[in-house]
């Protein structure tokens, strides 16, 4: 939301109850006795106005599902080795559930070939059970000190099947963008029927949502060609 002085913006606030105040229009507000519309009030008294900005919520939830796409699509192997692989591999360390990559460096000294240095020598055992569990398919070896993981070249087949696993992902990841898309367009509708914002306003913001909608779209589109690209290399 953008907060304004009767002499122009003062202030951009985000949603929620988290606000990016300037210095010079903060008002200290106790944690304890406050909540999300305690800022836009003390603005209120000192003459300034909170306007509502949907497209912010938009705009970070849009950010959060290209975030999970990439995040998922880290995890497919391609005929490259590289530390994102082995992200969501959570290892048993001395009974505590750890993320691997916390446990470890990453080097790749061949492009097929992966080595995982431990930072603690005991922990490769359980650090290599993880792995195998894992769905990567690949068996580690160690020399005692550092775990080398090779990956075997994919097969025409699983190029295909990681492709079409790809572009699957891509279209969960439009479908969720759409949605926002939609329950922001439901909001706007809303405000506008309560008199909150007027017609114009409220054609302006459904043409900014589009806009936000659109980028967002095309992103996933680079994101999941990019990793298309990285199946086809040989």
Do not use: C, W
């Amino acid at each position: 939301s953008t907060a304004r002085r009767r002499d122009g913006p003062t202030l951009t606030a985000g949603t929620g109850a988290l606000y990016a105040v300037r210095a010079s229009a903060y008002i200290p507000l106790k944690p304890s006795g406050s909540h999300d519309l305690s800022f836009p009030f003390a603005f209120a008294k000192k003459g300034m106005s909170s306007l509502y900005r949907p497209k912010a919520a938009a705009t970070e939830k849009m950010d959060k599902a290209i975030a999970v796409l990439k995040d998922e699509l880290s995890g497919v192997r391609t005929g490259r080795a590289t530390p994102a692989l082995l992200q969501r591999i959570v290892v048993d360390y001395y009974g505590t559930p750890v993320p691997i990559q916390q446990l470890a460096s990453f080097s790749v000294p061949e492009p097929r070939t992966l080595m995982v240095t431990p930072y603690d020598p005991n922990a490769i055992s359980s650090m290599e059970k993880a792995i195998m569990a894992s769905d990567l398919g690949i068996t580690p070896g160690n020399d005692g000190t550092v775990i080398r993981l090779s990956f075997p070249p994919l097969t025409e087949e699983r190029r295909k099947e990681l492709s079409k696993l790809v572009h699957h992902r891509g279209e969960e990841g439009r479908v969720a963008v759409r949605n926002i898309r939609r329950h922001s367009k439901e909001e706007l509708e809303k405000l506008e029927r309560e008199g909150t914002i007027s017609e114009d306003d409220l054609v302006r913001a459904e043409r900014e949502l589009q806009k936000l909608t659109d980028k967002h779209i095309s992103d996933i589109d680079e994101v999941v060609a990019n990793k298309d690209t990285e199946l086809k290399e040989i």
